[in-house]
Nanobody, 115 residues
Framework: QVTLMESGGDLVQPGGSLRLSCSAD???????MGWYRQAPGKQRELVARISTSYYEEYADSVKGRFTISRNDAANTVYLEMNSLKPEDTAVYYC??????????WGQGTQVTVSS
C-alpha cells in the first residue's frame, strides 16, 4: 500500500508554469503513475500517465505543454505544466495503479489559472 501526497498547486496567470509533485510513502516502482484532474461540475479525467517502463501518455488537451516524469529512487512523480490556460483550472490528483487491481489516490492539489 502507498499513501500519496500532492504539492505544488497554486494560482498562476495564463501562460505561466507550475510543477506538481507527488510523494509516496511507499515504493512506487511497481506502479503505473498518473495525474488526473477534476474541474467543478466535471468528471475526473486523465491528464498524463507514465508506466513502470517509462512509457508516457497524455490527454490531447495537454500534449506539448505538460510533461510527466518519475523518480523511483525518490518515490516521487512530477507534472511539469507550461503555457497554462484557464481551462487547466482543476484539482489535480496523483494516482498509483498496479494492473488495475490496486489503485491509490492522493488528496489533490488545486491549480487555478486566472489573470
Amino acid at each position: 500500500q502507498v499513501t500519496l501526497m500532492e504539492s505544488g498547486g497554486d494560482l498562476v496567470q495564463p501562460g505561466g508554469s507550475l510543477r506538481l509533485s507527488c510523494s509516496a510513502d511507499g515504493v512506487i516502482l511497481i506502479y503505473d503513475m498518473g495525474w488526473y484532474r477534476q474541474a467543478p461540475g466535471k468528471q475526473r479525467e486523465l491528464v498524463a500517465r507514465i508506466s513502470t517502463s517509462y512509457y508516457e501518455e497524455y490527454a490531447d488537451s495537454v500534449k506539448g505543454r505538460f510533461t510527466i516524469s518519475r523518480n523511483d529512487a525518490a518515490n516521487t512523480v512530477y507534472l511539469e505544466m507550461n503555457s497554462l490556460k484557464p481551462e487547466d483550472t482543476a484539482v489535480y490528483y496523483c494516482n498509483a495503479d498496479w494492473k488495475t487491481v490496486r489503485t491509490y489516490w492522493g488528496q489533490g492539489t488545486q491549480v487555478t489559472v486566472s489573470s
